[in-house]
């Protein structure tokens, strides 16, 4: 019976050995699972991130764009605020010439009105004689 007995023990201690084995071998086999478990998800969190970049990168180059463009309205606006005065300056100075040119029409109407008089005197004086 002892003979039965060591040969148990021994059949046990080589399926505990065995057992021992498979659970490393399954405690590995979850542990490569775990980590390509995480692989694959920093994989999609990487993903995640690059269009994240993509989206941002296209948005800065949309803000440049419409800063450029900005610019580039400010600069008209400028432009037009010039010319828009430039304008007016002119706009004023054809007013002051044409309320002079008026002024100097009067005048000459009135030197010619009072000429006319005196001519009209004149030649009525040369006919009575």
């Not at 970049?53 to 900005?70: F, I």
């Not at 828009?84 to 030197?111: A, D, F, H, P, Y």
């Amino acid at each position: 019976m002892e003979g039965k007995r060591q040969l148990e023990k021994r059949d046990f201690g080589k399926r505990l050995s065995l057992d021992s084995s498979l659970v490393e071998y399954m405690d590995s086999n979850k542990y490569i699972e775990h980590l390509l478990t995480q692989l694959e998800e920093q994989h999609r969190s990487l993903w995640r991130e690059k269009l994240a970049v993509a989206r941002l990168q296209r948005e800065v180059v949309q803000r440049r764009s419409e800063g450029a463009m900005h610019e580039k309205l400010i600069h008209e606006l400028e432009e037009e605020r010039h010319l828009r005065l430039q304008s007016e300056k002119r706009l004023q100075e054809v007013t002051l010439e044409s309320e002079r040119n008026r002024i100097q029409m009067r005048g000459l109407q009135q030197q010619f009105s009072s000429d006319a008089l005196w001519d009209w005197a004149f030649i009525g004086t040369m006919l009575v004689t």
